[in-house]
């Protein structure tokens, strides 16, 4: 098997078309056989189909794909998701409102219940969190710095 490439020119344009072929004998000639039209496939594609052929007793020692490529762990979507979901069935994404803070309140929720982490982690975005020694949730602004307030859970 191999791949032959041909180009031809009529009117002033070039085109190229990409076979990939077989040759047989019969009869004591030498025939080809087309097996596909690979002029769909991309040049990066058909170099990789001519570089498998060219090696195809011993592919192995091409390497894989798990030797060209690293792995790494993207943003998590899946917990947030469920966990949204689960608050909307019990009602509590409703119960919360779809103002800013009722907003900011639910991703705090959401937050607490996938990561069980420190209080100022569940704070979005920077805004203040509960102060030392309180025991419960609090509304609070920080005027300071134009921020309005939110709820802050402990």
Not at 115 to 133: E, F, I, N
Request: some cysteine; hydrophobic content about 40%.
């Amino acid at each position: 098997m191999y791949i032959d490439t041909s180009h031809i020119t009529r009117g002033g344009k070039t085109y190229t078309r990409h076979l990939l072929r077989e040759s047989y004998r019969a009869n004591g000639k030498v025939l080809h056989r087309t097996l596909a039209n690979l002029s769909h496939c991309s040049a990066a594609e058909i170099e990789a189909m001519r570089l498998a052929l060219r090696h195809k007793e011993a592919l192995e020692h091409l390497g894989t794909i798990q030797d060209a490529i690293t792995l790494q762990q993207g943003m998590a979507f899946g917990a947030v998701w469920t966990v949204y979901h689960v608050a909307r069935r019990l009602g509590i994404a409703q119960a919360l409102g779809t103002t800013r803070e009722g907003k900011l309140a639910l991703w705090q929720v959401i937050a607490r219940v996938i990561d069980q982490g420190r209080r100022s982690m569940r704070t979005w975005m920077g805004w203040l969190g509960p102060k030392h020694g309180e025991r419960s949730g609090s509304w609070r602004s920080d005027k300071r710095r134009n921020r309005p307030a939110c709820f802050c859970m402990m």
